[in-house]
């Protein structure tokens, strides 16, 4: 090979070189494009599931409060109603327990925003049972139909166990 020829391959190569230099870095900044992009938009959808959370679990305190109260006010000498927010502000719960009833019980209900959780809990004389759903799961008919299992005096007189929880609709 003469010293021209190799000159010549020689550039060809470091030529190719720089642009495979070239291609790369592009590649590397499409990609870096392409995962800023990426985290942006899971961000933004983030934020939008957040937002959803929020009101929901606005949606869902209202309504228990809406429910507990209007048990409270049409028999207060059977059932006893609880509620308010956690010191933190995060947690809203409520627990309405039966007063000379039988068989005695309570239903435990906590609406965690922060943690994304709605806590049902039922204790009784004729057992025990607990559910968790995540806020976006619940609708308020669900909130409703639990204030009416704990005032459903024909079911608990022959319940051998605490009503099954609802489904939202």
Do not use: C
């Amino acid at each position: 090979m003469s010293d021209s020829d190799f000159q010549s391959a020689l550039q060809a190569k470091l030529e190719r070189n720089a642009e495979l230099a070239r291609q790369r870095e592009q590649a590397e900044e499409e990609m870096d494009r392409a995962q800023e992009e990426a985290a942006e938009r899971a961000e933004r959808l983030a934020a939008k599931r957040r937002e959803a959370q929020d009101a929901r679990h606005s949606e869902l305190v209202e309504r228990l409060q809406a429910s507990a109260r209007a048990l409270r006010e049409a028999s207060p000498q059977d059932f006893i109603v609880r509620m308010g927010w956690t010191q933190s502000g995060e947690e809203f719960m409520a627990k309405i327990s039966s007063r000379r009833l039988t068989p005695a019980r309570s239903l435990f209900i906590e609406l965690d925003r922060d943690d994304d959780e709605v806590l049902a809990r039922w204790h009784s004389d004729t057992g025990d049972a607990l559910e968790l759903w995540h806020l976006l799961e619940v609708d308020p008919d669900l909130v409703d139909q639990l204030v009416l299992q704990v005032a459903d005096q024909e079911y608990w007189k022959e319940a051998t166990r605490p009503p099954s929880f609802p489904t939202s609709s």
